[in-house]
DNA sequence: TGGAGATAATCTACATGTAAACTAATTGCA
DNA sequence: TGCAATTAGTTTACATGTAGATTATCTCCA
């Protein structure tokens, strides 16, 4: 016998719940925010991995080990090694090998990198904040507060 | 002559800015989530796409016709139609021909599909749960209506 | 010192996402 | 009526992400 909450529950699917309704909201907004930057790099001819690439390295502002920058984007190893090779390719970066462990190949951004994303600060600045411009400051701190312990909780 | 701002803002990179935090944070946030679903469909051989489809259809209780799926996930037609051929060769869909427009193809749940989605529930609901068991019922709340926002401005 | 296990990075194979061009069918309107 | 524009869906081509196996190097410790 169906309990009165099961009942309820049926209006939107079995089992659903609060935390169900938040990861989709997760994925969905995150998506959207994806297509918006893809599209503007693009007019670049950058992606979204190679920037973020360029962009850790700008933050770190020294040369990191390839694996370093892996980790900073949730990427697992192969998908930075074709990031990284596309960025050698476009002069981007340099990959010189370490001399202390011949394993570790680190990863330096270019003079013409350091141009490039010049150019792209504005245009990036303006999208998001032409994307987020209706929530309130107050709410995107919030928001930030919030994902930190989502992604705390995850990575247990 | 850089201003204080700016040579405020130097210490995390040029122009960053809390709209920049708060999309780094829904990206990543999002990312650790989809893998961990991922994870968990990949034992019951299914894709997140696929799985989402398959959601939709029982949220939905009745055909749909494909684009009409793609719309709630935020994916490009020609991908619908791929894990649309990908459900069907599972047979957990059937796909038949409107009468009334023949350009659309309804999508339906298979008996078969019912009980997988069934077997899903209950894992599924445990993940989220765990997942952001360290995130208060109020905080998830505030999070849901926040990104709601989010999609409304993103959107126009 | 030397071999087992760990680590950095790569290679291969495959699934997924996106764009662009295309087909088939419908709608609107002149 | 009939043609232009629109819409649903597919096909093709390509870039990206992930898994799993592999290579090279290093570290630890017996």
């Known amino acids: ?84 090779d596309q960025l050698l390719a476009l002069k981007l970066i340099t990959k010189t090998q370490s001399a202390n462990d011949r394993r570790v190949f680190e990863i330096e951004l270019t003079a013409s990198a350091d141009r490039l994303l010049k150019a792209l600060d504005k245009p990036i600045l303006d999208l998001h904040a032409s994307l987020l411009s209706n929530v309130s400051k107050a709410d995107l701190k919030t928001l930030i507060r919030i994902l930190e312990a989502v992604r705390a909780g995850i990575r247990e």
Do not use: H, W
């Not at 297509?35 to 850790?56: F, K, P």
């Open 1 to 84: 016998m169906a309990s009165a909450l099961q009942n309820e529950l049926k209006k939107r699917g079995p089992f659903d719940s609060v935390q169900q309704e938040a990861t989709l909201a997760m994925m969905r907004s995150s998506d959207l925010l994806e297509n918006r930057l893809a599209r503007l790099l693009r007019e670049y001819s950058l992606t979204l991995s190679q920037y973020n690439v360029l962009r850790i390295l700008r933050g770190e502002g020294k040369p990191l080990p390839c694996l370093e920058v892996a980790d900073r984007m949730i990427q697992v190893a192969p998908a930075i090694t074709r990031v990284v």
